[in-house]
């Protein structure tokens, strides 16, 4: 691994000693796959591969069919192949693959398990992590302090939190009413979560949602924050997996070109932050798609047990496909769905495509940002 000349302190993760205290953010569908993890993992930041539809993804890539298990060993252990530190994010929301999924990457020997959209509560009684961090995503510190409570009855404690405010990309751990408020923003967020953190064996906070640049991260370093976790300004890499019209979207977009889809919106439930743009939301929008589901990443138990509800499956009227849609952002099936574009809040400020090292040296202080 390179040397680094970093204006920017160490974040320490369960012994892990990473030399550039910036977590990649894990995108899915198709966006955070290894090139780009393993790219920011060799430029001294903890890169993240995103669990979600892994499965199909990396099947078509290596021309194997390959469950959930294996897609999750096979992209952790190529993101860790040459060195530094990489792990996985696995949504709690993708239930039927979420145990496969955790421990495809503790046997693969992924370095963190991040995981978010909803809870994890069971995380840790999965499989025994061994030397693998595991690291909740939060919104608030009563959230934190749920999962310590019920993570200590397992015999663990986060290795570290990521708190994620509402300027985040993708599923969004607020109510649509309570984005803008003053007492969400991420600064007012802090306080409470580092306050559970110490109270649970003082382990590192990681604040995402909004940050942008290195003069941000020194703000939240001050703050109190250990790291930072980055999402669509690693999007925008020549590295990340997005297609080229997904890149050359986010690329375009204006600051009203970013909404927060509610109604239609995930069949998750949460608020979910795209381009106003993407074909599949405008398709919602005028409910031009038929309700169909072919996919089932974010199927729901039926009353005997069994993995076959989805509320974009059964209706149109407020819910998009986002399987569908984010597959086809990837370039998966793109003759036959729309595709799906999610982002953080700051993507109207990106308007190049940077490689990994260019970015990391942005962000670490070695080189000067260009005003937007």
């Not at 999924?101 to 992590?129: C, E, F, N, Y």
């Not at 939190?161 to 607020?174: D, I, K, M, N, T």
Request: proline share 5%.
């Amino acid at each position: 691994m390179n040397n680094f000349d970093s204006t920017l302190p160490q974040l320490s993760i369960k012994g892990k000693k990473i030399t550039v205290p910036v977590v990649q953010g894990g995108m899915g569908v198709g966006v955070s796959l290894y090139p780009l993890a393993r790219a920011v993992a060799l430029q001294g930041g903890l890169g993240i591969v995103s669990s979600a539809c892994l499965d199909r993804l990396v099947s078509r890539r290596t021309g194997k069919k390959l469950n959930a298990y294996e897609a999750a060993f096979e992209e952790v252990s190529l993101a860790k192949a040459e060195g530094g530190f990489a792990g996985i994010n696995i949504m709690c929301a993708l239930v039927r693959d979420y145990e496969a999924s955790v421990r495809g990457a503790l046997d693969a020997g992924a370095d963190a398990i991040i995981s978010g959209a909803g809870l994890p509560m069971t995380l840790p009684a999965i499989q025994p992590p061994r030397d693998t961090a595991l690291i909740p995503i939060v919104s608030s510190g009563r959230a934190l302090d749920l999962i310590c409570k019920k993570w200590e009855k397992l015999g663990y404690r986060p290795d570290a939190v990521v708190l994620e405010g509402p300027l985040a990309g993708g599923h969004l751990g607020f109510k649509i009413d309570q984005i803008d408020l003053e007492s969400n923003r991420l600064e007012n967020l802090l306080p409470p979560v580092k306050e559970m953190a110490v109270k649970y064996g003082d382990f590192p906070v990681i604040v995402a949602g909004g940050i942008y640049t290195h003069d941000d991260i020194m703000r939240f370093l001050k703050m109190g924050a250990d790291g930072v976790q980055m999402g669509t300004r690693f999007l925008a890499t020549e590295e990340s997996s997005a297609t080229a019209a997904y890149k050359k979207a986010v690329v375009e977009a204006k600051d009203d070109d970013i909404v927060v889809a509610h109604d239609p919106g995930s069949p998750c439930g949460l608020p979910f932050r795209v381009i106003k743009q993407s074909p599949m939301y405008v398709s919602a929008l005028k409910k031009l798609r038929a309700p169909k589901c072919d996919k089932g990443y974010v199927l729901l138990k039926d009353g005997e047990g069994k993995f076959t509800r989805c509320l974009a499956k059964e209706s149109n009227e407020h819910h998009f496909c986002i399987c569908n849609g984010l597959l086809s952002s990837s370039g998966y099936n793109t003759d036959k769905e729309e595709p799906l574009y999610t982002v953080g809040t700051n993507a109207s400020r990106v308007d190049r495509l940077l490689t990994v090292k260019s970015l990391m040296d942005e962000l670490t202080g070695k080189a000067l940002i260009p005003a937007a």
